[in-house]
């Protein structure tokens, strides 16, 4: 790395010179490498890698985090947490690292095989360090919270205790089956870019289709720098309840072939597992986008925000992700380009910057939650001046009706609190109503899908995730499930709405006092928890954290499970996942 002074006043320090958008990375292993990798991996303690760091993984082998190499090591990773440094001096703002829990094998100086969930091997690694890392630090400082409604937060705690730091050798990638001809990698993309003969490219981060405002702010973007757009959807990890990116890799190629001319735009995809880090990996995003060739971003509000804490603010402000990028823009050889809000102007069939529109000048916008509550959860066609058609049609056949859309209420409370008794009523009421019913409840998952699982925070937290997997899967293919379970910490309910997507999670807290929980129990359990016979019981030697900001809370003495039922049915009933009776049948779109 070069260094340059230029001298400021007495205090000045060495400017360094960016090394992004030069040399890649790239840790691939030669072809002839390969076979002889794989037979000593099968002597190598095996490593089997979450979904996100698969993801991790595949940037890094091929350049995209250049000039990060390697997982990493403990220095940097405090250097970035601290400073948005890697040790060496350049811009790097969010970790990427590989969490593991401590065992046989992980140790420094051992090679280990890095394999997906299917057991494929995809690399081996010497460790070089294994240390171990502290939630409430990496949160606070990466994502400013430790508010577990964050997505990654609530992620972190199932995440492994220790880092282990090392430069991989990738045997192969991940393979993917869909889309191949746009997986381009930051050479691949480099090289298609050049040919597209324009030293100006603007690159543009997103996580949602495109529609007409999104079309004419990148035309304006290009336009204003004479360049072509880099269209670099994110096709690896996005916040839980984001459109699949399927559908949206549909819209995009719609788009492109239908509405910009040869040589004006790329689609290309990534797969990178977002942190949901807002200015950060604002800053992030800009810093990956050199490495495949752009020197201009897209900025957005409140870009790669993850919606609203616990007390119903936005994580962060609209603006901090803009004033971030533009703040290291000379260093990183990436200029920001804000979004400006636009609305549409019916009289002049136009787009306009809403700052630039005359006061009681007639305007037309939808937001997102109005396109998916108004339109799209309800079957109507989206108007033509909000999205071409290509795209309105690509929406409405992957996007149900709510009243056929998947969605998990979740019960928890104490034990005797209600939760059973109350699903199994609801649950009969909404097969009543046409819905199918998957009911999930505590005791019984614990003598089948748990059996073996203890009373330990972590074999609980155990015992949840598999629940919350479960209903996802329920959810993401139409059903409705209830799950009934005491769930006693906060985080990992959080984990699980993450899992779910929280547009199609409903918590229902049932409010039981204990001494009623303790009145009710037929079992005896609390009264052995009393005597010390039972260890870690909820509610007398172990906690349970209510939640802070449920969507339905239910009081069990005065207000009778009929009641309850009643009003868990008008919620889903306001929220579009069930229909009167006497509704008129929706088409199918």
């Known amino acids: 790395m070069r260094q340059e002074k230029h001298q400021v006043g007495a205090s000045a320090e060495p400017r360094i010179i960016s090394p992004y958008g030069g040399e890649l990375v790239n840790l691939l292993v030669p072809p002839d ?83 997906d969930s299917k057991n494929v091997l995809l690399a081996t690694m010497v460790i070089e360090e294994v240390y171990r890392w502290e939630i409430d630090e990496a949160a606070s400082k990466v994502f400013g919270t430790t508010d577990t409604r964050h997505p990654i937060v609530a992620e972190m705690h199932r995440w492994g205790k220790v880092n282990v730091a090392g430069k991989p050798q990738v045997i192969r990638l991940p393979e993917h089956f869909d889309f191949q001809e746009l997986r381009l990698t930051p050479a691949d993309t480099r090289v298609r870019l050049q040919e597209m003969g324009t030293p100006n490219v603007v690159a543009f981060q997103t996580r949602n289709p495109m529609h007409r405002v999104h079309e004419e702010m990148t035309r304006r973007a290009i336009r204003g720098v004479d360049g072509v757009l880099l269209l670099h959807p994110v096709v690896g990890l996005t916040n839980p309840g984001d459109i699949d990116y399927v559908t949206r890799v549909r819209t995009y190629k719609a788009l492109t072939a239908n509405y910009f001319g040869a040589g004006e735009a790329l689609l290309a995809l990534l797969p990178l597992a ?53 703040q290291y823009s000379e260093e990183l050889g990436v200029k920001a380009v804000p979004f400006r809000e636009l609305v549409y102007l019916p009289r002049e069939k136009r787009y306009e910057e809403v700052s630039k529109v005359p006061d009681g000048t007639p305007t037309y916008s939808i937001s997102g939650t109005q396109q998916r509550t108004d339109y799209l959860q309800k079957g109507r066609q989206l108007p033509g001046w909000f999205t071409r058609p290509e795209i309105g049609k690509i929406l409405m056949g992957s996007y149900p009706p709510q009243h056929m859309q998947g969605v998990c209420l979740w019960f928890t409370g104490l034990s005797g609190s209600g939760k059973s008794t109350t699903a199994e009523m609801l649950a009969a009421r909404l097969i009543e109503l046409g819905r199918r019913v998957t009911v999930l409840d505590g005791d019984v998952v614990r003598t089948n899908l748990s059996r073996g699982l203890g009373f330990s925070k972590k074999d609980r937290d155990a015992n949840i995730r598999r629940i919350g997997f479960v209903a996802a899967e329920i959810v993401r293919h139409g059903g409705l499930v209830i799950c009934a379970a005491v769930s006693p910490y906060k985080a990992v309910r959080d984990d699980v709405r993450n899992m779910v997507g929280a547009g199609n999670f409903v918590e229902v807290f049932v409010d039981t006092p204990l001494h009623v929980c303790e009145e009710r129990d037929t079992k005896g359990m609390y009264a052995k928890a009393r005597r010390g016979e039972i260890k870690n019981f909820t509610g007398i030697d172990d906690p349970y954290e209510p939640p802070d900001d ?37 088409t199918v779109p």
Request: glycine letters at 10%; one cysteine or more.
């Open 33 to 115: 490498d390969a076979p002889r990798l794989l037979e000593r991996a099968n002597d190598y303690p095996s490593v089997q890698l979450s979904e996100r760091a698969v993801c991790d993984l595949e940037v890094l082998a091929t350049g995209g985090f250049s000039p990060l190499d390697r997982f990493m090591r403990q220095a940097d990773y405090h250097s970035v947490l601290d400073r948005m440094r890697l040790t060496g001096g350049h811009v790097f703002p969010i970790p990427v690292t590989l969490p593991v829990d401590p065992g046989p094998g992980i140790e420094s100086g051992n090679e280990i095989a890095l394999r």
């Open 274 to 326: 977002m942190r949901m880090g807002g200015p950060r990996e604002a800053l992030w995003h800009a810093l990956i986008r050199r490495n495949h060739g752009a020197n201009h971003l897209i900025v957005g509000r409140d870009h790669a925000g993850p919606g609203l804490d616990s007390s119903g603010k936005p994580f962060y402000g609209p603006y901090h992700s803009q004033e971030l990028v533009e």
């Open 550 to 586: 449920p969507e339905i809370t239910l009081e069990t003495v005065e207000s009778s499970a009929d009641r309850n039922v009643q009003s868990i049915l008008e919620h889903l009933a306001v929220g579009g996942f069930v229909r009167s009776e006497t509704a008129e049948p929706e």
